[in-house]
């Protein structure tokens, strides 16, 4: 019996505590990773490097925010919806599903309302 490798290593980045952390906190709304790092109680190099692997399984998406002032930076938020992992005939399957909508009113071609969901999403 053999394992998918993608299967380990994705079992092993949700089995980090900070990486949950992460994941939840930004299925809630879309946060920089200075908020994470109050939010979540870790320092920021730590949310860096979760970031990047989250974002490596395509579990986190980031959006940059603008600003007049040229500090750009950005945000993440979460992709994952949910996890189904399955054993059927001696092999482990696992399925991830994804949200539909990562930042709000992303996918509205219409201006107005694509800034009413970011709207009433603060």
């Known amino acids: 019996m053999s394992e998918d490798p993608a299967l380990g290593k994705l079992l092993d980045v949700l089995s980090d505590e900070y990486a949950r952390d992460i994941l939840a906190a930004t299925s809630i709304k879309p946060m920089s ?10 320092s920021p190099p730590t949310v860096y ?3 990047d692997r989250l974002q490596a399984f395509g579990l986190l998406e ?10 750009h930076y950005s945000v993440y ?9 399955e054993l059927d005939t001696g092999s482990f399957e696992a399925v991830v599903t994804r949200t539909d909508e990562s930042f709000p ?9 694509r800034f009413k969901k970011m709207w009433e999403d603060l």
């Open 49 to 51: 490097r979760r970031v």
């Open 105 to 113: 009113g992303e996918r509205e071609s219409d201006t107005a309302d």
């Open 62 to 71: 980031e959006q940059t925010k603008i600003r007049t002032d040229n500090n």
């Open 77 to 85: 938020t979460a992709t994952l919806s949910e996890v189904c992992l």
């Open 33 to 42: 990773a200075q908020q994470l790092a109050d939010e979540c109680e870790m």
